[in-house]
């Protein structure tokens, strides 16, 4: 059964730092990409930062320079180093890992999701 277990969430001041974590198992085929996506009160969910198994990285402009994404292809984790963080940052945060399913022998790229860690800074 694959699952993504997120840790990480909490509480911080503006300008403070949060780190979370994505723990990946049970998955039968390779992790093409991780990334981590985030949903605020009464808004969408939106693309936070992503980052491929090769290490290629992609960022929401609105993190660019202020979050890290990383990721550990042999323990299957990603991270997400959050620093100099606003009140604008406060929302859930998803985890996500892109794999592969077989329907009628045709390999298709899934999404699966975290639980959801709950980031709020305050003012």
């Known amino acids: 059964q694959a699952k993504l277990v997120e840790s990480g969430a909490g509480l911080v001041h503006t300008g403070g730092s949060l780190r979370l974590s994505c723990a990946a198992s049970?998955?039968?085929?390779?992790?093409?990409?991780m990334g981590w996506y985030r949903q605020a009160p009464g808004s969408q969910r939106e693309l936070v930062a992503t980052?491929?198994?090769?290490?290629?990285?992609n960022y929401a402009d609105s993190v660019k320079g202020r979050f890290t994404i990383s990721r550990d292809n042999a323990k299957n984790t990603a991270s997400l180093q959050m620093d100099i963080l606003k009140p604008e940052d406060t929302a859930v945060y998803y985890c996500?890992?892109?794999?592969?399913?077989?329907?009628?022998?045709?390999?298709?790229?899934?999404?699966?999701w975290g639980q959801g860690s709950q980031v709020t800074v305050s003012s």
């Open positions: 996500n890992a892109k794999s592969y399913i077989y329907d009628s022998t045709v390999p298709i790229l899934v999404d699966y």
């Open positions: 980052i491929s198994s090769g290490g290629s990285t």
């Open positions: 049970g998955f039968r085929f390779n992790i093409v990409a």
